[in-house]
């Protein structure tokens, strides 16, 4: 009896010594390794602190809109082979598939009839230059089918500088290429030792992209194998120092028919993960406040309620599949993805419904560029 009340008396003192430090963190800004490692391993209480504070900042900075971007999974074909992804080369147990011209036009014709002021082309990663060509020739049409109204975020892995230029001059304007880890030895780690995963051409690709003009996206997994919170508080770090538009992350899950189907020793649990991922959010918006940070499908997958409560937390993007439902099951980039089973006008109203639960209101018919970027535009 005595040794427990000792016990509780002596955690609750540690405990308020934390409170005291993470709030400090918090107001002050005081955004160093070591503070991260701290907020990301903090107590539920003080994870509560960091949320809602992130979600004032949010309103205080960008407001309370939500802006959705409506995702075209063009094709599952990969030429690359990342240790954990679904659709990766490997994986014979996929069938592979590519949406028509027509299949994808109509899906942005819907997007623009249903007032989503963007669109995200997202594929496996492809380099020929027929694949070149014809993404250059659809975003010429998706342009003048939307009077040019319709932004077009492109999201097609690593190309070359020239490829880069011509999707730009054709219309697109923003890229998201994720860093996956901030960590060049945990990126190894990641990818197959064969001389065609580099982490030096991962940041190259997106310093390219940068100097010709996109809004450049990045994003990391979070509760990858090897992981550590150090590495999570780097990744952080990184996203300000390259100085992001855009930042997409969610939580890492497993996915069968991959090297990483199981659980690697000292693995986070799924719903540790989700937590995690939303402190990331957080944090990052306090970071940088007027940056765009996607709500992603991946939080979805673990809480069905994960997107509006990364909302909640920060973010203030979300991206409703369009993809023709029938593709949908071939492009699962892991275990349990959500609204695989739905066609896109299902989309709509499930999200509007699911955002008035977060008190956002959505940005119809604008494009919703992330601040940042128009501030740095503007000199
Ligand atoms: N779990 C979560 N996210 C994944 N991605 C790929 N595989 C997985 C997985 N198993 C993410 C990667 C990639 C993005 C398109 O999807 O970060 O950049
Ligand atoms: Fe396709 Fe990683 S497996 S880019």
């Given at each position: 009896m005595l040794l427990s009340k000792h016990f509780s008396k002596s955690r609750s003192n540690v405990y308020l010594c934390m409170m005291q430090s993470v709030r400090d963190i918090i107001d002050q800004n005081l955004f160093t390794v070591e503070n991260l490692v701290t907020l990301l391993s903090s107590s539920v209480d003080d994870g509560l602190y960091l949320l809602k504070k992130a979600g004032e900042v949010k309103l205080k900075t960008i407001g309370n809109k939500v802006y959705f971007r409506g995702l075209i999974e063009l094709s599952n074909v990969c030429e690359k082979d990342c240790l954990y992804c679904g659709i990766r080369k490997s994986n014979d147990a996929i069938e592979r598939y590519n949406l028509t011209d027509e299949e994808v036009l109509g899906a942005a014709r819907f997007a623009f009839a249903e007032r989503y002021g963007s669109i995200v082309i997202q594929s496996g990663e492809v380099t020929n230059e027929q694949f070149v060509a014809r993404i250059e020739r659809l975003i010429r049409q998706i342009k003048a089918l939307s009077d040019n109204k319709l932004g077009i975020t492109l999201s097609l892995g690593e190309q070359t500088e020239a490829v880069y230029r011509r999707w730009f001059d054709a219309g697109a304007h923003r890229y998201l290429l994720r860093?996956?880890?901030?960590n060049p030895e945990l990126y190894r780690q990641l990818h197959?030792?064969?001389?065609?995963?580099l982490y030096q051409q991962r940041l190259a690709s997106l310093k390219i992209m940068k100097q010709i003009g996109y809004q450049a996206g990045t994003g990391i997994m979070i509760?990858?194998?090897?992981?550590?919170m150090q590495d999570l508080a780097n990744d952080l770090l990184f996203f300000r120092e390259f100085d992001i538009d855009m930042v997409g992350m969610g939580p890492f899950i497993e996915h069968d028919d991959t090297p990483f189907r199981n659980p690697v020793a000292g693995s986070l649990s799924l719903p540790e993960r989700f937590n995690l991922s939303l402190r990331m959010v957080a944090i990052l918006r306090l970071m940088m406040p007027d940056i765009n940070i996607a709500a992603t499908t991946a939080l979805q997958a673990i809480d069905p309620l994960g997107r509006e409560k990364a909302v909640k937390a920060g973010a203030n993007i979300i991206m409703p599949n369009i993809t023709p439902?029938?593709?949908?099951?071939?492009?699962?980039?892991?275990?349990?993805?959500?609204?695989?089973?739905?066609?896109?006008?299902?989309c709509g109203g499930c999200l509007d419904a699911r955002l008035s639960l977060a008190d956002s209101e959505i940005g119809y018919?604008?494009?919703?560029?992330s601040r940042h970027f128009e501030k740095k535009e503007k000199g």
């Open positions: 860093i996956e880890s901030s197959p030792d064969d001389g065609k995963h509760g990858t194998p090897f992981q550590t439902g029938k593709y949908r099951n071939n492009y699962l980039l892991y275990n349990n993805k959500p609204c695989t089973n739905e066609e896109p006008e299902q018919g604008e494009w919703g560029d």
